[in-house]
């Protein structure tokens, strides 16, 4: 009678073996991504977007700030909680939308267009306050009358595209755009302007103060509650009007990944729950399996296998279980993950040793309910074991 339930034990255990296997490879494909979307933050969080991201807060201007910003400005420099302040028409984070056309002569061409090159509309000291590099040439100067309405400044992208040997060759080249005509003064480092998720393009910068949309002031490091109120306090003071609302630049371009937080938070939940689940199948299992083989751990512990002998024997089947759903899913999940990546100009790559963890982890994890079965089954008496049936 129970070697009757046994068997037919034993034909219902495939389907289980097939869930457990199942489950495993979900587990492994979530604990996968869930490493490479957790470095691809990181990598966001660390990486050098060619500019400086902390201690900047931003706030909208108004036209009453705008038509007074250069003594605005002044009197903003002076506070000593304030180390910069600039104007422009959007800040680093925002998409540059904006390409209405441009002409650059270069010795031996002129260039009109062929290529999109957006323009961003600054005041002076945009470069300065978020700390963005110049690689050739000067930045835009205040003391130099003409540079108002005369100079531009290109990024290494631009320079690049227009077929340039190098970042100096392009000082002193003539560049028209709508409205402007003048010569380029500088050439700035690449910096990320948009999301990650796309190239670095050709920018072309000028002054023109009467189109931004947004101001930005660097503080010093130190209490910044503190500091913000002092900065609130002068808005309030000079501009009674105005509605002081800030946000932190660097609070704005970690919003632009908040579809990515969700999905870790996903992935997280998600291969927890398997796991549990996974972890509960193979307890069952590990009790089934030492149960049906009884009699045979007592034939071998009798004709000398020790305990380690036994463990090894009833773990096997395990370990290529799990072995099996890792080969399955890896390769799944590598090229689901890349398509992810895909979606990224600028990310971490996929190395190796994230496969080599991950089914570390789930081995060893695995393993709990099993030793705790197959210790059982090992230390049993082996005259007991002889005489089950």
């Known amino acids: 009678m129970i070697k009757d339930e046994v068997n037919k034990g034993r034909k219902g255990s495939y389907f289980k073996r097939f869930l457990v296997i199942f489950q495993f490879a979900i587990s492994i ?17 660390n990486v050098d977007l060619g500019f400086e991201r902390e201690n900047i807060i931003l706030l909208q201007i108004s036209e009453e700030i705008r038509d007074n910003w250069n ?12 180390v910069s302040a600039t104007i422009s028409k959007r800040s680093p984070g925002s998409e540059l939308g904006d390409a209405p056309g441009f002409t650059i002569k270069t010795k031996d061409e002129l260039i009109e267009g062929g290529f999109t090159m957006p323009h961003n509309r600054v005041g002076f000291d945009f470069f300065k306050t978020y700390g963005i590099e110049l690689v050739a040439g000067r930045s835009f100067d205040i003391n130099h009358s003409t540079d108002s309405l005369e100079a531009f400044i290109i990024n290494e992208a631009a320079v690049n595209q227009l077929g340039l040997p190098n970042a100096q060759a392009a000082i002193g080249l003539e560049a028209t755009v709508p409205g402007r005509r003048g010569h380029i003064i500088g050439v700035v480092k690449n910096f990320n302007y948009e999301s990650l998720r796309n190239d670095i393009i050709p920018l072309i910068t000028y002054i023109k103060p009467d189109e931004a949309n947004t101001i930005t002031i660097k503080l010093s490091k130190g209490n910044f509650s503190e500091k913000i109120a002092n900065v609130k306090s002068f808005f309030n003071q000079h501009f009674p009007s105005y509605s002081f609302d800030y946000r932190f630049l660097d609070e704005k371009i970690a919003a632009l990944y908040q579809n990515e937080e969700r999905l870790l938070s996903i992935f997280k939940y998600f291969a927890a729950i398997t796991m549990v689940i996974a972890m ?44 099996l759903a890792f080969i399955i899913v890896s390769p799944i999940t590598f090229m689901l993950m890349n398509k992810w990546l895909a979606n990224f100009a600028y990310k971490a ?37 002889l005489r089950y049936e």
């Open 349 to 385: 790559y996929i190395p190796w040793w994230v496969f080599l963890i991950t089914l570390l982890f789930i081995l060893i994890i695995a393993f709990i309910p099993i030793f705790y079965q197959t210790f059982k089954a090992a230390f049993k008496n082996p005259v007991k074991a």
């Open 280 to 323: 509960i199948g193979l307890f069952g299992l590990s009790i089934f399996n030492a149960e049906s083989r009884t009699k045979e751990i007592g034939i071998r512990k009798v004709n000398g296998a020790s305990v380690v002998d036994i463990i090894s024997l009833l773990s096997k089947t395990f370990t290529l279980w799990i072995t």
């Open 29 to 45: 494909g979530l604990i996968i991504s869930v490493i490479v979307v957790y470095r691809q933050m990181i990598f966001i969080k």
């Open 71 to 82: 003594s605005t400005k002044l009197n903003l420099e002076r506070q000593s909680d304030i």
